[in-house]
């Protein structure tokens, strides 16, 4: 199976026929449901179980690795096959491209209608750099993360704006927004999938689910993200542990352990990269950078990211959360009990002393991630906020970040 990247990276989506080969769809079908059914019996036994996201909200989500055993493995490793993985990583240009995140996407058992238009990056003082220079970032470097639905039942519940991912929203679709953030905005078009038929799309761009009615909907969503491009992924840590893949065929195992080396390999250059920072070491600083994101143009952008999951790591590291169990800590610090661990693996790489001497270092790049009043985006908030959410800092480069550290400590 053949993706044309320019397409993707003109439209921001593309549509690929039999992502599923015909021959597996009752198999995968019956997969899935055994692990719907089983983590439904879960949920009635415990609402809180980590295996669910939203069970009672207008879009139950399952994390199916969390439920497999051998016998419904295939789902998992569908994940790794060539339509998939193989194509995720014609996409993004590089063998090196971990899976971030598999999920079962289904319908409510009342209807809900239609959700809110948005982007899939919330920008906050935990996430993502704003919205501009993500997108500048992809188009000097290429995508750094590819997202699929893939319906097992014929779906047309998701509509996109063709584009939209190069670019911020036009004022007349923020007016449109500001109207109606739930009906079909100017130039939209519906995504039509038969069942097996997949979309790959880039998730900057605007989009819409416009229906959450009792249909039966079971839509494979996978995200996979780059190791090896030209830049830094935002949202790159994996949402799964490995506890799973003991139930996986040989060559799925070794599919993971592939992923798992590419995360620590990225996690020594994140560490690196703050070590440079505690230690004032610019030239350091530059090297590790260099490593993260090897394109030139953006290397601020990937400062930004870094910046937010210092924070992350700060949040986590804070001493009353030492002694919660560890699905409080997950709420605490608003991250998944089934995916903690990855954060915690690369936070108890450091004390809590430097975290937070990390914190005043990049305090000076927080303030400039600030508005003086808050304000609101139709499409990347709920709600105002302060954080920036559209433009990177003015007049604020390396160099000047650089010379912030003094400032700080
Ligand atoms: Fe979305």
Redesign the pocket.
Known sequence: MQIDPGQLLDDGFVILKNVVPPERLDELRASFETLVDRQQANWARDPDDPGCFAYAAKQPRLAFQTVIDAATANTVEFCLHEHTLGVSRQALGTRDVGLKQMILLCNPETAYGPDLW???VSHGPTNNAPLAGLQADMLANGPSSV?WNIPLYDDDVLWVVPGSHRRLNTARENQELLNDPRAKLSDCRQVRLKAGDGVIYI?TIL?W?SNYSTRLRRIIHLRYTSFGGQLYPYGSRFLWEPGFVKHLSPEGQAGFRRFIELAEREDDRIEAFYRAILDQDPEAFRQALALLHPGQTGRMVCVVLLSKLARRIGALKRPELANLPERERASAVGEQTFSIGNLEALARRFTPAETKLLGQRFAPLDSRLQTETEHFVPSLASKPSRWAQEHMPADFDLDDFIASWSQAA
Do not use: A, G, L, Y
């Open positions: 948005h982007r899939d997202q998730n989009h689910p």
